[in-house]
């Protein structure tokens, strides 16, 4: 999803650290932990459903054809 490396999280911590500070950085790295699970739970959830609608769909199609061709022999 996303390509991050160790040195822009390190940048990314540093900034953190001087913009909210030692005391409120652990609790909005945990926030963001969160929010991060929730989107990535979202969107696997998603894929999943889209998956399964596209199995279905493919079925219901092999269904038409078997269906006309057994009603054409």
Do not use: H, Y
Request: glycine share 10%; hydrophobic share 45%.
């Amino acid at each position: 999803m996303l390509d991050i490396g160790f040195l822009e999280l390190m940048l990314i911590g540093v900034v953190g650290l001087l913009v909210l500070g030692p005391e409120r950085l652990p609790r909005a790295a945990r926030t963001a932990g969160m929010w991060i699970g929730k989107i990535k739970r979202t969107v696997s959830g998603m894929q999943r459903e889209i998956s399964a609608q596209l199995e279905a769909e493919e079925l219901r199609q092999k269904l038409n054809e078997q269906q006309r061709s057994s009603m054409t022999a």
